[in-house]
């Protein structure tokens, strides 16, 4: 019997890159869900042999669904797949039920090799274009899907990097991707750490074509907490919170920057990072190096960590110079996902 399939993800990419290397003749058993509360609506009125599971997603996030499906003991197999590789994240998983844990974008090879130690399937088998997932009407409307999704697997990259070097659990939420004028800019800043005193860094980027910014804006309050976990000894004065400040920012500018380039198959290379200012509004921070853009891209990452007050923001604010290059890159991973 064919199983059924149900894939929860809330990026219309994913969903269709991940359907396309499931077998052959499973693909008319797909079904799919954009949040875990579909997914969970969906498995009271369907029977399924399989769930593939997201973990960051609105609405209900993978962990809430695994908690959910532990309590039912449903007969069925789950298996994450998600951009959040760090450690912790793996454990929690497997602890609440999950079969398996794929890293995006999931490798075809990986995802044959754990089907087969439950089913038969012959991943040889050419795999047609799958069955018509719900179609976006706007071309910006899909681009924007695509962009998320490839923020969403560097920033896990990132987030792993950091949990690893810290020995803790960082908390992931949904990247925000808008494309804004810069007037719009201080307003959407100013969203980051209301009525908090912030720290940040500047650093551009280029390459093939993309050229931008990355801003690293850090609440004053997260640097004891930082100090603490990064085992700082000396007294935590100014220059102090500077050099903790500029770790922090080479650490996640630069493992996003890699995430993104491996995805889009370029490479970018960085410039000095410069200080935009220490305990000052966040909007204040902004304001001399808004005057040199119009239009930007803006990718707006976030970053936690569990049982720490420790909170950082990291945009990436690409030229619209960037955008024809970006559609070109980005045309290839839709196209390899229809």
């Given at each position: 019997?064919?199983?059924?399939?149900?894939?929860?993800?809330?990026?219309?990419?994913?969903?269709?890159?991940?359907?396309?290397i499931?077998?052959?003749?499973?693909?008319?058993t797909i079904?799919?869900?954009?949040?875990g509360a579909?997914?969970?609506a969906?498995?009271?009125?369907?029977?399924f042999?399989?769930?593939?599971?997201?973990?960051?997603?609105?609405?209900?996030?993978?962990?809430?669904?695994?908690a959910?499906?532990?309590?039912?003991k449903?007969?069925?197999?789950?298996?994450?797949?998600?951009?959040?590789?760090?450690?912790?994240?793996?454990d929690?998983?497997?602890?609440?039920?999950?079969?398996?844990?794929?890293?995006?974008?999931?490798?075809?090879?990986?995802?044959?090799?754990?089907?087969?130690t439950?089913?038969?399937?012959?991943?040889?088998?050419?795999?047609?274009?799958?069955?018509?997932?719900?179609e976006?009407?706007?071309?910006?409307?899909?681009?924007?899907?695509?962009?998320?999704?490839?923020?969403?697997?560097?920033?896990?990259?990132?987030?792993?990097?950091?949990?690893?070097?810290?020995?803790?659990?960082?908390?992931?939420?949904?990247?925000?991707?808008?494309?804004?004028?810069?007037?719009?800019?201080?307003?959407?800043l100013?969203?980051?750490?209301?009525?908090?005193?912030?720290?940040?860094?500047?650093?551009?980027?280029?390459?093939?074509?993309?050229?931008?910014?990355?801003?690293?804006?850090?609440?004053?309050?997260?640097?004891?907490?930082?100090?603490?976990?990064l085992?700082?000894?000396?007294?935590?004065n100014t220059?102090?919170?500077?050099e903790?400040?500029?770790?922090?920012?080479?650490?996640?500018?630069?493992?996003?920057?890699?995430?993104?380039?491996?995805q889009?198959?370029?490479?970018?290379?960085?410039g000095?990072?410069?200080?935009?200012g220490?305990?000052?509004?966040?909007?204040?921070?902004?304001?001399?190096?808004?005057?040199?853009?119009?239009?930007t891209?803006?990718?707006?990452?976030?970053?936690?960590?569990?049982?720490?007050?420790?909170?950082?923001?990291?945009?990436?604010?690409?030229?619209?110079?960037?955008?024809?290059?970006?559609r070109?890159?980005?045309?290839?991973?839709?196209?390899?996902?229809?």
């Amino acid at each position: 019997m064919i199983p059924a399939v149900l894939i929860c993800d809330d990026s219309n990419l994913a969903r269709k890159q991940l359907a396309r290397i499931l077998p052959h003749d499973w693909q008319s058993t797909i079904r799919f869900a954009g949040h875990g509360a579909e997914a969970l609506a969906t498995l009271k009125k369907y029977a399924f042999d399989w769930l593939f599971l997201d973990l960051n997603m609105p609405v209900m996030d993978g962990y809430q669904v695994l908690a959910e499906l532990q309590k039912h003991k449903l007969p069925l197999q789950i298996v994450v797949v998600s951009g959040d590789i760090q450690p912790e994240a793996y454990d929690r998983v497997m602890a609440l039920g999950a079969k398996a844990f794929l890293k995006k974008p999931v490798d075809s090879a990986q995802l044959a090799a754990l089907l087969q130690t439950t089913v038969a399937v012959n991943p040889k088998v050419a795999v047609p274009t799958p069955p018509v997932i719900e179609e976006l009407t706007q071309l910006d409307a899909e681009l924007r899907d695509v962009f998320q999704e490839v923020a969403n697997v560097a920033m896990g990259q990132a987030g792993d990097l950091l949990a690893r070097l810290l020995n803790v659990f960082v908390k992931l939420p949904i990247p925000n991707v808008n494309l804004i004028e810069v007037s719009e800019l201080t307003m959407a800043l100013a969203s980051v750490a209301p009525d908090s005193q912030t720290s940040g860094i500047c650093q551009g980027f280029i390459g093939s074509g993309i050229a931008g910014e990355a801003l690293l804006i850090l609440t004053d309050s997260s640097f004891a907490d930082i100090a603490r976990l990064l085992n700082y000894q000396g007294e935590l004065n100014t220059a102090a919170e500077l050099e903790l400040l500029m770790d922090v920012a080479n650490i996640l500018i630069g493992a996003v920057l890699k995430g993104i380039a491996e995805q889009l198959d370029i490479s970018f290379s960085q410039g000095h990072p410069v200080v935009l200012g220490q305990h000052a509004p966040v909007t204040e921070l902004i304001k001399a190096n808004a005057k040199r853009w119009r239009r930007t891209l803006t990718i707006e990452l976030s970053y936690g960590i569990e049982g720490f007050h420790i909170h950082c923001d990291l945009l990436l604010l690409f030229t619209e110079d960037s955008l024809k290059t970006f559609r070109y890159k980005l045309a290839f991973l839709m196209d390899d996902a229809e």
